[in-house]
């Protein structure tokens, strides 16, 4: 299933990916660091805000009561996402993908840029430089994304599973491996921060939290992970049937997690500059 599809069919269950407070607590920080840093910053009728993953326009309708006069664009890969944003709020609208928002909108036109929770399916520096592409000269950067940092005991549950050294460990290592060779997202926080300095972008405020998550039953896991998308986005755009890749999931982490499975959310909340 392509990650337009996906997300088509999981718009009208959202809400799942906020199960536990990822999205809305994440969202709060960013909007105080709006409110702090951006104070002195006056955005009139004549500024523009865009939103590289708007999704159902959630964040975008919480910045227009900070912002009334802002201009906004959102842009999404899924049309069903942009219809519920347009629900919430005026705004143009542009179904593509982030990576691709040079192509729509002038350079250095924008006040605000936001990209939140897309960084697990567009390249980081392919990110950064779309920004730095749209941004003005004294514009801005909203940033929310996860690290190889997040889920630590998954990771702690899948190396001692790949160190077992049978023949499933180990092409389940072979394919972790390959995995984490071609991530989107930063491996660290410090590699994070690296980036952003790579592409000049000053960063005014940042903060990490850490959400912990209990799942009590492998279809609990199949359920967050799909819908949430936080677990899946790295096989969902392969051609694979989705319930084919369900089943294969439940199965293989049947193997290696114990329920209840309890982990951590790890999240980097960013404002940068230029």
């Known amino acids: 299933m392509s990650l337009k599809a996906m997300y088509n069919k999981i718009a009208d269950q959202y809400e799942t990916a906020d199960r536990f407070g990822s999205i809305s607590t994440s969202h709060n920080i960013a909007l105080q660091q709006l409110k ?20 159902n326009g959630s964040f975008l309708n919480k910045t227009q009561a900070l912002f009334p006069h802002a201009k906004f664009t959102g842009i999404d890969i899924s049309h069903k996402m942009l219809e519920y944003a347009r629900e ?29 929770f897309i960084n697990a399916y567009v390249p980081l520096d392919i990110l ?29 549950h899948l190396a001692s599973f790949i160190a077992e050294s049978s023949l499933l460990s180990s092409v389940i ?15 660290n926080q410090e590699e994070l921060f690296a980036s952003f ?49 369900v089943s294969r999931m439940k199965r293989l982490f049947s193997k290696i997690f114990t329920f209840p499975y309890e982990d951590t959310h790890v999240i980097d909340i960013i404002l940068a500059k230029r």
Request: hydrophobic fraction near 40%; glycine fraction near 4%; charged fraction near 15%.
């Open 128 to 156: 950064l430089q779309e920004a730095s592409t749209l941004m003005k000269a004294n514009g801005y950067f909203s940033f929310i994304t996860t690290t190889y940092e997040s889920f630590p005991l998954a990771q702690q």
């Open 88 to 116: 919430k709020l005026p705004l143009n609208t542009i179904e593509a993908s982030a990576a691709e928002a040079a192509n729509y909108l002038p350079p250095h036109s924008q006040d605000l840029i936001i990209a939140h």
């Open 36 to 55: 702090s840093e951006l104070l002195d910053f006056k955005l009139n009728h004549q500024s523009h805000i865009v939103d590289l993953g708007v999704g």
């Open 197 to 245: 300095e790579k592409h000049q972008l000053q960063i005014v405020a940042s903060e990490r939290v850490q959400i912990p998550i209990t799942l009590e039953t492998i279809d609990d896991l199949a359920t967050f992970g799909i819908e949430g998308t936080w677990f899946l986005n790295s096989i969902a755009t392969k051609m694979l049937p989705q319930n084919f890749v």
């Open 173 to 187: 290592g072979h394919y972790y491996k390959a995995m984490v060779k071609n991530t989107t997202v930063a491996n």
